[in-house]
């Protein structure tokens, strides 16, 4: 049997069962996005034990990358977390089968997950490819203080953006900021300042034109995203909830299908059930995939609750 397990309602479909044969249950050219965190395949003898079995299991992966091209539509977006050589390895395989490369994105994990290692490990790689003419969006990040609350870095770089903003004002006067401010952005919560005269001649200021008059809290993303791990962590590869959401809304738009053909814990499917999207998660490992299962639809009765 194909599938050995399965539940879908609404807009959570999800699939116990090995991804190589799954994938061909889909028709042709269904999916928009495909955001995975596949097995690094690190070899023979490099873990031991439970972590082996997610992280070092071994798949066909030119042959799962041919099905997902295959079962994606014309214009889609493809995510994929590794490091490695594999990784690069992904990367060329993607690149011959049609995918074009767009961004590198770092997630910094502010923390070090290998603690015994001579170098400390305290990042992973989220590469971002798109086929057709699939656009990479405009993404704003949520304020820091709902992201990590208790890190000090973030907290030090709000300071900073709110002493640029008051010395441009002594130095300049408050109506040459104002006549620099967007004027689009009025009618948003938020108010951005154009980077061109702003920073014209201000030697020790980062050009930036995502600088909030206001707040000072909300920022463009960018390629490294600085987030911990969410504080109850079911699996031993498991993403924040912060991180996926971030991602989902660069490379995919509401009510566009989502597929995590590596579903682990269902970080991947909580984010896009947050932002609206369709999610479609297919899991090896039983017992995971009953962790991902009892995690998503309570995401989807809690949503579904605060809707009536």
Not at 21 to 45: A, C, H, K, R, V
Request: neutral net charge.
């Amino acid at each position: 049997m194909v599938i050995e397990n399965s539940f879908e309602k609404g807009d959570l479909h999800l699939y116990q069962g090995n991804s190589e044969q799954i994938l061909n249950t889909f028709e042709n050219e269904f999916f928009d996005s495909i955001i995975i965190d596949p097995p690094y395949g690190y070899g023979d003898g490099a873990m031991e034990g439970k972590l082996k079995k997610v992280i070092d299991v071994d798949f066909n992966r030119r042959l799962v990358f041919e099905k997902i091209t295959e079962k994606t539509k014309k214009d889609a977006s493809f995510v994929i977390f590794g490091r490695g050589m594999n990784l690069y390895k992904d990367a060329v395989i993607l690149e011959e089968l049609g995918w074009i490369f767009k961004e590198e994105i770092v997630w910094n994990k502010m923390r070090n997950s290998q603690p015994y290692m001579k170098i400390h490990r305290t990042h992973e790689l989220a590469l971002v490819f798109m086929k057709g003419d699939k656009k990479i969006n405009e993404v704003w990040m949520r304020d820091y203080y709902e992201n990590v609350p208790n890190n000090t870095w973030y907290f030090n770089k709000l300071k900073t953006d709110y002493k640029n903003i008051i010395d441009a004002i002594m130095e300049r006067g408050i109506d040459k900021v104002l006549s620099l401010v967007h004027e689009k952005d009025w009618k948003q919560s938020t108010v951005y300042l154009k980077k061109t005269g702003f920073f014209e001649g201000k030697r020790n200021v980062v050009a930036r034109d995502d600088m909030d008059i206001y707040g000072a809290v909300k920022k463009r993303l960018k390629t490294i995203i600085n987030v911990s791990r969410d504080v109850k962590t079911l699996h031993s590869t498991q993403k924040p909830v912060y991180l996926m959401r971030c991602l989902i809304e660069l490379v995919s738009n509401e009510n566009e299908k989502i597929l995590d053909c590596f579903l682990g814990s269902g970080s991947t499917g909580v984010a896009a059930l947050e932002v609206n999207r369709q999610f479609y998660g297919i899991e090896l490992n039983s017992e995971y995939y009953e962790i991902a299962k009892k995690r998503l639809i309570e995401i989807q009765k809690n949503k579904q609750g605060a809707l009536f």
